[in-house]
T-cell receptor
């Protein structure tokens, strides 16, 4: 399996709902990422997990809560979101190569989130 | 931290012509420069990348050049086809960014339109 998969493809939620986005990869990659992408903008880094530990939190509001249960799975738990949080949420993974920061990142197809 | 500038923001070419997209970066420690292609509603796809120990890399109709002294890198697409129409993002990976290795900093993107 050489792909990053994400579920669901689309999600519509109200501001009081709790939902989760899921990401999975079986390439043995030990770094996994969450990005947020608004229309006509580049991906914006939210969180980075390295060896299942949170290594980067880009000052993301606490209504977004990441979780990495194991080396293949990454979740993003959503609670009390705002309409401005509507975006494409992309997961990515990359190998952590010894001796250098070379980090080919492979993206999943994304979850299109709409907050009403 | 790293900052990546990308130009132009839009580019329209006739089928068969060449297209060139340019990026500059600020952090001299950056040593990995990927290019992503994103079609409407789809994931960013890695199309080519270059590491700092190489000045040029080519893959069929796509080439990337890197000038470390000037801190700029460029994507060249020859014999463009309508299916090359997409948004292209450059990125740079900085060892110093936030103290973490390998996180990508994206340019703002170039919308390429290839007219038949």
């Amino acid at each position: 399996d050489t792909e990053v998969t994400q579920t669901p493809k689309h999600l519509v939620m109200g501001m009081t709902n709790k939902k989760s986005l899921k990401c999975e990869q079986h390439m043995g990659h030990r770094a996994m990422y969450w990005y947020k992408q608004k229309a006509k903008k580049p991906p914006e880094l939210m969180f980075v997990y390295s060896y299942e530990k949170l290594s980067i939190n880009e000052s993301v509001p606490s209504r977004f809560s990441p979780e990495c249960p194991n080396s293949s799975l990454l979740n993003l738990h959503l609670h009390a979101l705002q309409p401005e949080d509507s975006a494409l949420y992309l997961c990515a993974s990359s190998p952590l190569l010894a001796g250098g920061p070379y980090n080919e990142q492979f993206f999943g197809p994304g979850t299109r989130l709409t907050v009403l | 931290g790293e900052n990546v500038e990308q130009h132009p923001s839009t580019l329209s070419v006739q089928e068969g012509d060449s297209a060139v997209i340019k990026c500059t970066y600020s952090d001299s420690a950056s040593n990995y420069f990927p290019w992503y292609k994103q079609e409407l509603g789809k994931r960013p796809q890695l199309i080519i990348d270059i590491r700092s120990n190489v000045g040029e890399k080519k893959d069929q109709r796509i080439a990337v050049t890197l000038n470390k002294t000037a801190k700029h890198f460029s994507l060249h697409i020859t014999e463009t086809q309508p299916e090359d129409s997409a948004v292209y993002f450059c990125a740079a990976s900085s060892m110093n960014y936030g103290g973490s290795q390998g996180n990508l900093i994206f340019g703002k993107g170039t919308k390429l339109s290839v007219k038949p």
